[in-house]
């Protein structure tokens, strides 16, 4: 390799890597900011400003965010929604992407067509109908009535994505356990979720994710206060410490940060999920 074109690799590397770095710097920027701003005190940011360099410490909005504003009960609610939401909605997928990808259905290319074009409708028009129809149910104003919200809408997107994958898989693999005497549930439940989990786990982020952060469907089925969750609780901090941003920002970090935790832990299944996905 001749050195002209060993310089131009280089300086192409160490662009992409400045450039890369330049993004991360200015994503970072404003979690910076405000993990500073939850832990100064509102005295420091009164006197000095909110732009400022912080002249304190104090972990006070914190307490005032969890305890006072609300906080506890609204991200125990978000996990009571987001955690059954996301077991439910994937066993549910995954049992119907199992039927659609490893047998002779009829009419699952329409099936599959159904539940990918249902994701494609804004949701912003289904607001009244799903409202009306959780008051008509019985389940208005209880998170049961969020927990099918989340279900209902998130599983045509699951399916699609969890039947490529499960589509992947070689016909002999499940050839070979019928041979030994394996049933469907026995397949679907001992070969097909093994191999599948990659896509499972890279999924159960993004589920976790967006159900955990969701506020449209939240402020449409519940009315109780007690009962919002942790993004609609947030709306409330703010008009409750309008001029608290300590307590402002406490809250934001305290909202983000199971969705954080989540992603780390599930990071390399994620990116193993994408990965696979994409060579298939």
């Known amino acids: 390799m001749n050195s002209p074109t060993l310089l131009r690799r280089r300086a192409a590397t160490a662009g992409f890597h400045l450039g890369a770095g330049a993004l991360a710097v200015l994503w970072l920027v404003p979690i910076?900011?405000?993990?500073?701003?939850?832990?100064?005190?509102?005295?420091?940011?009164?006197?000095?400003?909110?732009?400022?360099?912080?002249?304190?410490?104090?972990?006070?909005?914190?307490?005032?965010?969890?305890?006072e504003g609300g906080q506890k009960q609204a991200l125990i609610n978000s996990l009571l929604v987001t955690v059954p939401s996301v077991l439910i909605s994937l066993l549910l997928a995954s049992m119907a992407a199992f039927a659609l990808s490893r047998y002779s259905l009829p009419g699952r290319r329409t099936l599959l067509l159904v539940m990918l074009a249902g994701n494609l409708l804004p949701p912003q028009i289904l607001l009244i109908p799903v409202s009306k129809?959780?008051?008509?149910?019985?389940?208005?104003?209880?998170?049961?009535?969020?927990?099918?919200?989340?279900?209902?809408?998130?599983?045509?997107?699951?399916?699609?994505?969890?039947?490529?994958f499960m589509r992947s898989i070689p016909p002999e693999v499940q050839q070979a356990a019928v041979i030994d005497g394996a049933g469907p549930a026995t397949i679907y439940w001992r070969i097909v979720l093994p191999l599948a989990r990659p896509a499972l786990a890279a999924l159960s982020a993004l589920s976790f994710t967006w159900i955990f952060n969701d506020l449209l469907w939240a402020i449409s089925v519940l009315r109780t206060e007690t009962h919002m969750p942790i993004t609609a609780s947030l709306i409330n901090l703010q008009g409750q410490y309008v001029s608290q941003w300590n307590v402002i920002a406490a809250g934001s970090v305290i909202a983000a940060a199971p969705t954080v935790l989540v992603f780390l832990r599930f990071q390399r299944h994620f990116v193993a999920g994408l990965n696979v996905g994409a060579v298939k």
């Open 32 to 67: 910076v900011l405000v993990v500073i701003t939850a832990t100064r005190t509102f005295d420091d940011i009164a006197a000095n400003g909110l732009g400022s360099a912080p002249h304190s410490f104090s972990l006070d909005g914190f307490r005032q965010a969890w305890t």
């Open 133 to 164: 129809m959780s008051e008509l149910v019985g389940i208005y104003d209880s998170l049961w009535a969020l927990i099918g919200v989340q279900v209902g809408f998130g599983i045509g997107f699951y399916v699609f994505v969890l039947h490529g």
